[in-house]
C-alpha cells in the first residue's frame, strides 16, 4: 500500500525544485543582462575616452619683425610661418609630397590658433618662441596608440615618413596630451580634433524646452477633461484608442507629420529647434496624457467625495485637491515622455535638422542639430577619429538620459503622497 504521506512529501519537494530553478533561472537572465549592458556601455566609454584627452605639438616660431609687423600683428601670414617652423625643425624633408604630409601633422587650425596666441601674448613678437599647438587627428591616434605599424604602408594612413617624424617629435619631448575641452566648447566640424558637442547639446536644450512648454500643458489638460469631465461615450472611447494608439506609433511618422504641416505648409524654418521641439512634442504628447490619466486614477476617490461633499464644485475639486495630488505623477510621465524624445532621431532627420551646423545656435528660430543626430553624422564620417567622438557623445547622451529618469524618480518621491 503507498504511503500518501510519502506521496505528498515527493509533490512537495518537486514543487520546491522547480521553484528553485525558477529562481534561478531568473536570477540567471538578470545577471546576463546586467553583464551584457556594462560590457556594451563599458566598450563604449572605453572608446570614448580618447576623445577627452587632445595631442599638442611644440615648435619653436620665429616671430620677428619681418614675419609679423609689431604694428599690425593680424595682418602676418600666420599658415606661413607654421611651415616655416616645420621645415626648420625638419629640413631633411624636401620633397612636395613629404611636406604635405610634414604640414599634416598640425591641425589645419593651427595658423588660427598661433594668431590667437599671438594676439593674446603680444610680448612674444619680435624674437623666438616655442609654442604648443593642436596636432591632427591623425597624429593624435598615432600618439594614443591606435595605429597598428606592423600593417604594410598601403594598408594604413599614417605612413611611414609620419611615424619618423612622430616619433622625433614625441624623442625630443616635444609632444604631449591634455584634457580636450573643445569637445564641450566647439560647434561641429568637418575635423575631428576640433569637433565638439556645444551647438547640438544647444540645439537638443531649446528643441526640449519647445518640447516641454507644448506637451506638458497641453497633455495635462487633456488628462484631465478626459478623466474627470469627459463623457463616457464612444466618442470619448474613440479618443482613448487613438491616443493609445499614437503611443504606439513609429517616431519617423511624426517627422513626415512635421515635415508636410509645419514646414511645407506653415513654413516654418526649416532645421530650427521651433519645428525639432514641435514635432517632439506631438510625439510625447500620448506618453504623458496616458501617464497624467493614471495618476488621475491613483488619487483615491474620497478625495473627490470629502471635496463635493463641503460644496466644492467639479472644478474646484478637480484643480483644487485632485490634480496638485496627482502632480508627481504627471511630471514623473513627462519627463519619461521627454528622456524618450531626446534620444529620437529619426523624426528630426525629416525636418532638416541632419544639416552641418557648426555655429551654436542662439534662439529656437536659428539653425540647428541635435546630440542623437551629431552622433548619426559623426558614426558616418570616414575619419578614424570621429569613433571616439562619436562614442563620447553616446555616453553623454547616456548620462542626460539617466540624469532625466533620475529627476523624476526624486520629483516622483519629492512630492508624492501616501493615503
Not at 600683428?73 to 625643425?89: C, H, N, P
Not at 629640413?91 to 590658433?113: F, M, W
Not at 594604413?156 to 573643445?182: C, H, M, P, W, Y
Not at 463641503?310 to 514623473?332: D, E, N, R, Y
Request: net charge neutral; with cysteine; proline share 5%.
Amino acid at each position: 500500500m503507498t504511503n500518501p504521506f510519502s506521496t505528498e512529501a515527493a509533490g512537495l519537494q518537486g514543487r520546491h525544485n522547480a521553484e528553485t530553478i525558477f529562481k534561478l533561472s531568473g536570477l540567471t537572465a538578470i545577471v546576463c543582462a546586467i553583464g551584457f549592458l556594462v560590457f556594451m556601455v563599458g566598450s563604449i566609454a572605453w572608446t570614448g575616452s580618447g576623445a577627452l584627452r587632445e595631442s599638442h605639438v611644440q615648435l619653436s616660431i620665429d616671430l620677428g619683425p619681418e614675419k609679423v609687423d609689431p604694428s599690425n600683428v593680424e595682418a602676418a601670414s600666420y599658415q606661413t610661418i607654421v611651415r616655416d617652423a616645420l621645415k626648420e625643425r625638419f629640413p631633411e624633408v624636401t620633397n612636395r609630397r613629404d611636406r604635405r604630409k610634414l604640414y599634416g601633422l598640425l591641425s589645419p587650425d593651427a595658423a588660427l590658433e598661433l594668431e590667437q596666441y599671438v594676439l593674446d601674448n603680444p610680448s612674444v613678437v619680435g624674437g623666438v618662441a616655442d609654442i604648443w599647438l593642436l596636432a591632427s587627428d591623425d597624429l593624435d591616434i598615432y600618439l594614443k596608440g591606435d595605429v597598428k605599424t606592423e600593417l604594410d604602408e598601403s594598408r594604413r594612413k599614417f605612413s611611414d615618413l609620419e611615424i619618423g617624424l612622430a616619433d622625433s617629435l614625441v624623442q625630443e619631448g616635444q609632444t604631449r596630451r591634455q584634457f580636450n575641452t573643445r569637445f564641450f566648447t566647439n560647434g561641429d566640424s568637418r575635423e575631428p580634433e576640433l569637433a565638439g558637442i556645444l551647438s547640438s547639446l544647444i540645439g537638443s536644450f531649446f528643441s526640449l524646452l519647445v518640447c516641454f512648454v507644448i506637451s506638458f500643458p497641453m497633455g495635462v489638460c487633456a488628462a484631465i477633461y478626459l478623466e474627470e469631465f469627459a463623457k463616457k461615450n464612444r466618442v470619448s472611447e474613440f479618443i482613448e484608442v487613438n491616443i493609445n494608439n499614437l503611443a504606439a506609433v513609429p517616431s519617423i511618422v511624426f517627422g513626415l507629420l512635421g515635415l508636410a504641416i509645419f514646414l511645407n505648409f506653415f513654413g516654418l524654418p526649416r532645421s530650427s529647434p521651433l519645428v525639432g521641439g514641435m514635432v517632439l512634442a506631438l510625439m510625447t504628447l500620448p506618453t504623458i496624457i496616458i501617464a497624467s490619466r493614471a495618476a488621475l486614477r491613483a488619487v483615491p476617490p474620497s478625495i473627490r467625495e470629502a471635496a463635493l461633499g463641503i460644496g466644492a464644485s467639479k472644478i474646484q475639486t478637480t484643480f483644487h485637491h485632485v490634480a496638485p495630488l496627482a502632480l508627481p505623477g504627471m511630471l514623473t510621465g513627462a519627463i519619461v515622455g521627454m528622456a524618450r524624445a531626446l534620444g529620437e532621431t529619426a523624426p528630426l532627420l525629416m525636418i532638416g535638422m541632419v544639416a552641418f551646423i557648426a555655429d551654436v545656435p542662439k534662439g529656437i528660430l536659428d539653425s540647428a542639430t541635435a546630440l542623437p543626430v551629431q552622433i548619426f553624422l559623426w558614426a558616418d564620417a570616414p575619419q578614424r577619429a570621429f569613433e571616439e567622438k562619436t562614442s563620447a557623445a553616446i555616453i553623454v547622451l547616456l548620462l542626460f538620459l539617466v540624469l532625466m529618469n533620475l529627476l523624476a524618480v526624486l520629483l516622483r518621491r519629492k512630492f508624492e503622497r501616501r493615503f
